[in-house]
């Protein structure tokens, strides 16, 4: 289903002052929005910004300003998604209480619905709260990551609102399912740093998009996700268990150590072929030289060590940016020992918001053609041909 009508329900969290950002975020990525209000809610997010962002009324709970558009909401939208959602409008629409427009809307549309929980830890926590979670899965309904740091209250823990920018991506996705409820991946992502001294470095122009999008298209399929990431300059979602390295062999001993327990391991970091022999203990002083002569060793191969120790029924996915064309990407692919590898062409891809790649396959399956895609509909794409896989 393509989505392009994009209805929010805010309930009265503090977190409801992010909602003009997500705004704008959507808009700007295509997406026509409608905003609904709980009463509770309007003291926390600006209606006149609402108005103006969206171009459209702000749907709220007073009495007399009902009228058919309000019905016609449901027939409108494409998507409805709930943000922040509060602990008490995730107890009401678990159990099906519609005593205000959101949680009627939540009753009577027949398209996905996403949820985004905002609040106290403690709540998040809270036996009730995880249970009616849990019942609005198994219903289909899509619960987003939490964010785990500081909350409003002061305290920190699990159960801030995560980011407009990944509720966008989210939304951005378009789909979400269990294909991959109870399966654990390993995403390895980002660049790495090779010291030449305590100042400088040798490292890539990776950004991490790429394994971002991959996380996400995970988690909206129902897995258990595991992050490795280098030093990468895109913020890393929220929900994953998140590994930070920056060397080449801190990456090599993290992933062998989360090699065992993971269904499937997709190789997208862009590791340091090389690293520096002679790293100095010290910044090494210009005026002393006109020159430095550094010595480059050549580090691990992780993607193709991984091809080497995996179990029978694990899935290895690597990816090869490449200026010498899909051959030499394919052969890579063999010698790796990968399921499949995701070609990408460097001209049409790095530092990129999109790119255009071919999903090759080992055992000659038809390639997929992707071209000019956002990170997070390569993300959804390579693992849709993993699920298949898995």
Not at 106 to 117: E, M
Not at 212 to 224: D, E, P, T
């Amino acid at each position: 289903m393509s989505i392009r009508n994009i209805l929010i329900g805010v309930s009265g969290g503090i977190a409801a002052y992010k909602i003009p950002f997500l705004v704008r975020i959507l808009k700007k990525k295509g997406f026509d929005v409608k905003i609904v209000l709980t009463s509770s809610a309007e003291g926390m997010v600006g209606i006149d910004a609402l108005r103006t962002l969206t171009g459209h009324p702000v749907y709220r709970e007073r009495v007399g300003e009902y009228d058919m558009n309000h019905i016609r909401l449901e027939e409108w939208a494409d998507c409805y998604l709930i943000a922040p959602a509060t602990a008490n409008t995730i107890a009401k629409i678990t159990h099906g209480i519609a005593d205000n427009l959101l949680t009627t809307l939540f009753l009577s549309v027949t398209v996905p619905v996403l949820v985004a929980p905002a609040m106290n830890v403690n709540m998040w926590e809270n036996a009730a709260t995880q249970a009616n979670v849990k019942l609005l899965q198994s219903r289909g309904v899509s619960i987003l990551p939490v964010g785990e740091g500081e909350l409003a209250c002061g305290v920190v823990g699990a159960g801030r609102m995560i980011e407009p920018e990944d509720i966008a991506a989210y939304i951005d996705l378009g789909r979400f399912d269990s294909s991959l409820n109870g399966k654990k991946i390993l995403v390895v992502s980002g660049p790495t740093e090779e010291a030449i001294d305590p100042v400088r470095i040798i490292t890539n122009r990776s950004s991490g998009q790429m394994g971002n999008g991959l996380v996400r298209a995970a988690i909206a399929r129902g897995a258990h996700v595991t992050m490795i990431s280098g030093p990468a300059s895109s913020a890393v979602p929220e929900g994953c268990k998140l590994i930070r390295v920056r060397s080449a062999r801190e990456m090599a001993d993290a992933t062998f150590a989360e090699l065992e327990s993971n269904d499937a391991v997709i190789m997208a970091a862009a590791v340091s072929d090389f690293r520096v022999e002679n790293e100095s203990g010290e910044k090494i002083a210009r005026e002393k030289s006109d020159s430095v002569q550094l010595n480059l060793v050549a580090n691990l191969d992780i993607a193709q060590e991984i091809g080497r120790r995996k179990r029978k029924n694990q899935r290895l996915v690597t990816f090869a940016l490449e200026s010498g064309g899909v051959d030499r990407a394919f052969e890579k692919m063999l010698r790796k020992g990968s399921d499949f590898s995701v070609y990408n062409r460097i001209d049409e891809s790095l530092e990129k918001a999109t790119a255009t790649q071919t999903i090759l396959f080992a055992d000659g399956s038809e390639p997929i053609e992707l071209y000019n895609c956002s990170k997070e509909v390569c993300g959804a794409a390579i693992m849709d041909a993993l699920v298949r896989r898995l």
